[in-house]
Nanobody, 125 residues
Framework: QVQLVESGGGLVQAGESLKLACTFS????????MGWFRQAPGKEREFVAA???????LNGDSAKGRFTVSRDDARNTVYLQMNSLRFEDTAVYYC???????????????????WGQGTQVTVSA
């Protein structure tokens, strides 16, 4: 059974950076496209970014220009580097695994088979 465990969340000030990690186990990591989503209080979960086994990326509106998704297949880990954080980036961040190749369909939660438990990111204004 595939398991995903996020780490790296915390409390930072606006303008600072944070790097999230998600460790994958229980399957063949290189066969999955990995995505990041986030959910702020009172809001729906939204797509942040995804990266496939070739390193191809798909970025959501919240990621463009500030966030970078990457993966290390040797470590079975996907990362989300977040720079210039804003108060509105405060959310629980989730990683997820999909068998889809890189496509706009990866923006949809229902196309991910496995999810982590989430890690809290809090940005103080």
């Amino acid at each position: 059974q595939v398991q995903l465990v996020e780490s790296g969340g915390g409390l930072v000030q606006a303008g600072e950076s944070l790097k999230l990690a998600c460790t994958f186990s229980g399957g063949i990591f290189s066969t999955y496209t990995m995505g990041w989503f986030r959910q702020a209080p009172g809001k729906e979960r939204e797509f942040v970014a995804a990266v496939n086994w070739k390193g191809g990326e798909l970025n959501g509106d919240s990621a463009k220009g500030r966030f970078t998704v990457s993966r290390d297949d040797a470590r079975n880990t996907v990362y989300l580097q977040m720079n210039s954080l804003r108060f509105e980036d405060t959310a629980v961040y989730y990683c997820a695994a999909s068998t889809l190749v890189l496509t706009f369909l990866l923006r949809l939660q229902r196309n991910y088979a496995y999810w982590g438990q989430g890690t809290q990111v809090t940005v103080s204004a």
